[in-house]
């Protein structure tokens, strides 16, 4: 900082033009090292979702669809959507169902197929044939983590054997051109065997990055106590798609952006993480008391939210 100019009553003649401009230059140095502070700085550069990457999961309108498959779809086209993620046909064989997108002008880029447990080669060679006919690119196991009483597993050998039938699942995928993934909840981060390690730890260990990659249900990693940026962190380049759905303050379901999951904060990441759609779902829509309106509203809100989300 520049030193202050001698004072009068020290004996040195300072004019009265002297003293203002030393207080111009004192005055106008913070606003200079500002301005280089500023430019020396980089650009904050806002990212945004890609339009074309914002997808909904088709099981968030179940009974809005079972109603009328065809005007769902067309009013999904409308809000802005271009592709889906289906949970099924809805009762149709896969090119009926596929008839229906294209008449919506819709793609369902990925799809929920459940491999078959125990293992069937042919069965899920079908399942794939089917993928191909809508249409899918990507093909995800939707489930897992319940034994026959309902209650969470807690025997790691059933993650192993699941690891195994993921990875056959994923060769056979790859075969016929597709890319194979798993969906969480929040029961494969119960620890498994009394250990320190959990069903997801297994699962994404145990299986093949190359053929199995990740769809990371951002509601239910929280509800699991898992933090979306450690496992991103973990899983570089393996998490291709996310369920975007949102967390009330009782921990339960609501529209995304309307709750207290940052997501901003998750996708200033997806590079990172290799993400390649983002999916818009909510478990609860139509089930009273919410009604099938209300799963619309939800794909509004969804869209609207990504749209407009700058991180």
Do not use: C
Not at 53 to 60: E, P
Not at 101 to 108: E, R
């Amino acid at each position: 900082m520049p030193s202050s100019p001698a004072s009068p009553s020290a004996g040195s003649s300072v004019s009265r033009r002297g003293l203002l401009g030393a207080a111009a230059i004192v005055g106008a140095a913070p606003a200079l090292l500002g301005a280089e502070a500023a430019s020396a700085a980089p650009a904050h550069r806002q990212s945004r979702v890609p339009l074309d990457r914002i997808s909904v999961q088709l099981y968030t309108l179940r009974d809005q669809l079972s109603a009328d498959l065809a005007a769902s779809l067309a009013q999904l086209r409308a809000i802005g959507y271009t592709r889906v993620e289906h949970a099924g046909f809805v009762g149709r064989t896969a090119a009926q169902f596929r008839g229906f997108l294209d008449a919506a002008g819709l793609k369902a880029t990925s799809g929920h197929v459940a491999i078959p447990q125990p293992w069937d080669a042919t069965a899920w060679q079908r399942a794939l044939d089917d993928a191909n006919i809508v249409g899918n690119r990507l093909i995800v196991h939707p489930f897992f983590g319940v034994d026959a009483t309902g209650q969470p597993i807690r025997d790691g050998a059933r993650y192993h054997a699941l690891a195994r039938d993921l990875n056959r699942a994923g060769a056979l995928a790859r075969r016929a051109g597709l890319d194979f993934g798993y969906h969480n909840h929040h029961l494969e981060f119960v620890r498994q065997d009394g250990g320190s390690r959990t069903g997801y730890d297994i699962l994404t260990a145990e299986t093949d990055p190359d053929l199995v990659h990740l769809e990371v249900d951002l509601f239910w990693a929280w509800r699991g106590a898992a933090d979306p940026v450690d496992l991103v962190q973990r899983h570089r380049g393996r998490i291709r798609q996310v369920h975007v759905k949102d967390m009330d303050t009782a921990a339960s379901f609501t529209d995304p952006g309307a709750g207290l999951i940052d997501f901003g904060r998750i996708f200033e990441h997806a590079r990172e993480a290799g993400l390649v759609e983002y999916i818009v779902e909510r478990d609860d829509a139509g089930t009273p008391p919410r009604t099938p309106a209300d799963a619309l509203t939800t794909a509004r809100n969804g869209y609207r939210f990504l749209s407009d989300l700058r991180f």
